[in-house]
């Protein structure tokens, strides 16, 4: 008994002395929809724009020679081959028999019409075809399997992205869920909380390509890590257990 209270004195004087720290982590963090910075609204009208360094493939059907990384004919559009045109600084990419082309800030939309013009001079009603390789989606922190999600369609539900990441691991803090957002040169953060208040449905927001999700860890994690050290028992659970019966 005398063991138990010691341990148990040792674990409070921890306690109070010793802060985890959780840089996502906010005392007054804005939860609601309402608060959210109007880049992160829902917008059905959302197309992704073509940015420096996207890695495009083109696609002619039944015209290899025009094709670079194409989905129709004999060459692979898979990143490992390389067959890909990169856009460079400037915002340019190198089209075969048509030379260097602006395309950042444009849609894949209007990027496909826009070569169906040009190749329309060669070929009678040419289908052309747009992929953008690089569209990804970062999911880190506390979620069972963190990655970088590769996506094909411009919208995507947040908790669609947690699901593919296995879901929430045990310590996730699903009350200060940060979404990372770069518009032009700047960086926008929404503080989602999936814990309480507004229904799920009107928190979980569309990600788009190139966000980064950052699930942050409760604040008792790194004790919990701790305290199996500390004390001689079975598991950390098992001290925190013994140690709240205690008082």
């Known amino acids: 008994m005398k063991k138990i209270l010691f341990y148990s004195l040792l674990l409070l004087s921890i306690l109070t002395s010793?802060?985890?720290?959780?840089?996502?982590?906010?005392?007054?963090?804005?939860?609601?929809?309402?608060?959210?910075?109007?880049?992160?609204?829902?917008?059905?009208?959302?197309?992704?724009?073509?940015?420096?360094?996207?890695?495009?493939?083109?696609?002619?059907?039944?015209?290899?020679?025009?094709?670079?990384g194409s989905t129709y004919g004999i060459y692979n559009s898979n990143e490992v081959y390389g067959k890909w045109l990169m856009v460079d600084a400037k915002g340019n990419i190198e089209i075969p028999k048509i030379g260097s082309y602006h395309v950042e800030k444009m849609t894949i939309v209007q990027l496909k019409e826009s070569l169906k013009k040009i190749y329309g001079e060669w070929i009678k009603t040419p289908i052309v075809d747009i992929k953008i390789l690089n569209q990804e989606i970062t999911v880190l922190g506390e979620v069972r399997d963190p990655q970088v999600i590769p996506v094909d369609k411009s919208h995507n539900s947040l908790l669609e992205m947690i699901a593919r990441c296995k879901g929430f691991d045990f310590y996730a803090n699903t009350a200060y869920i940060k979404v990372f957002r770069q518009v032009g040169k700047n960086v926008h953060v929404a503080n989602i909380n999936l814990t309480k208040g507004a229904p799920v449905s009107?928190?979980?927001?569309?990600?788009?390509?190139?966000?980064?999700v950052v699930v942050p860890s409760k604040k008792y994690k790194e004790f919990d890590k701790r305290v199996s050290t500390i004390i001689p028992f079975t598991t950390a659970l098992t001290s925190a257990a013994i140690f709240l019966g205690a008082f």
Do not use: H, M
């Not at 963090?29 to 420096?52: A, G, W």
């Not at 493939?57 to 025009?66: A, K, L, P, R, Y």
């Not at 009107?202 to 980064?212: E, K, T």
């Open 202 to 212: 009107a928190r979980n927001i569309n990600l788009y390509p190139g966000d980064v």
């Open 18 to 68: 010793c802060k985890t720290s959780n840089l996502f982590v906010e005392e007054n963090t804005r939860n609601t929809v309402q608060d959210l910075d109007s880049v992160f609204l829902s917008n059905n009208k959302y197309e992704y724009q073509i940015r420096i360094d996207d890695k495009i493939t083109i696609s002619v059907w039944g015209q290899d020679e025009f094709s670079v």
